[in-house]
């Protein structure tokens, strides 16, 4: 008898696989996926899996993306079950990876084989892109893939990520974009010294707040038609002995922006520095880039996605680009249309993450009737 997707579920959800530990969850995938034509291919890297399989030579190439690995579970104690042994209660499945994102890779691989028997000459390709390293570094996994991808030439047409989108309902939000990350690391020197001769010191907290108020003020962009405002934030701030009669020698501000299309990594450094030399501050500042933004504009990605779903759920979907950074940043290098879009996310990374039954089949018919509106002749 065929496995469904719940069945599959359970079975990845079965296998303990903290990133970036697969722990054999690819290897149900491809027992499902050779038997369909998939040629596969592991590119393994520090202890990360990742699977690229690919059906077919001919353009468009249509491909679905995720993770198998997931987040460590917390305490056990506060767990209703084990958190690897799924289980259905109350019409709800529980166990770790549940919304994120076990069920989004089920509901793949079942609606790749139900297109596929009933479309076996279908124009195009099919791929999967499955990795173990994105709930940690994200280093070694998709980021690798797609350099070997580019290396040879493959490029996507469509990639579908299955990251939980939903909100409210199965269907209502599709994520057609990420902002991007963008860290500043800052070192405000200063001369140590006694409180009580500040004349013969120098305070880097005091030198540096002025700044830090005309950042926090400071209007970086008006965003645009899929994206908020730029934000800017800071994380952490650190300085003094612990002592409370020594002026610090250094301050240590962290900040970081969560950037729109509307702005560079360029324009938003160089204002930051204009700020920092305008309030006279002496400092060392060192960058890290830990996304690009990416934009999916609509299309015939979107359109396909937002119909499957209406059809399928009778849900007027939306679009957004909210939320933190996701392997799409990766994949918008080799693919001009990348959206996201998966099950409820209401319970992700949290105790006793769970999924309502109901929603699994209409997530594997969503992304099915994708295939029929995209690759059926």
Known sequence: MEINTLELTRQLIARRSVSPDDAGCLDLVMAQLKPLGFECEIIAMNGVTNLWARRGKAAPLLCFAGHTDVVPTGPLESWQI???????????LYGRGASDMKTSI??????LRDFIKANPDHPGSLAVMFTSDEEGPATDGTVRMVEALAKRGEKLDYCIVGEPTSVKQLGDTIKNGRRGSLTGILTVNGVQGHVAYPHMARNPIHEVAAAIAELAATEWDRGNEYFPPTTWQVSNFTAGTGANNVIP????????????????????????????????VQYDLEWRQDGRPFLTPKGDLVAAVSQAIKEVTGVTTELSTTGGTSDGRFIADICPQVVEFGPNNATIHKINECLPVAEIEPLQKIYLRVLEILLRK
């Not at 084990?82 to 709800?92: A, E, H, L, N």
Request: glycine share 8%; hydrophobic share 40%; net charge positive.
């Open 82 to 92: 084990d958190p690897f042994t799924p289980t259905v209660k109350d019409g709800v």
């Open 106 to 111: 089920a509901a793949f691989v079942i609606a």
């Open 249 to 280: 020698g250094t301050a240590r501000v962290q900040f970081n922006f969560r950037f729109s299309t509307a702005s560079t990594v360029e324009s938003l450094q160089t204002q930051v520095q204009g700020i920092l030399n305008k309030h006279g």
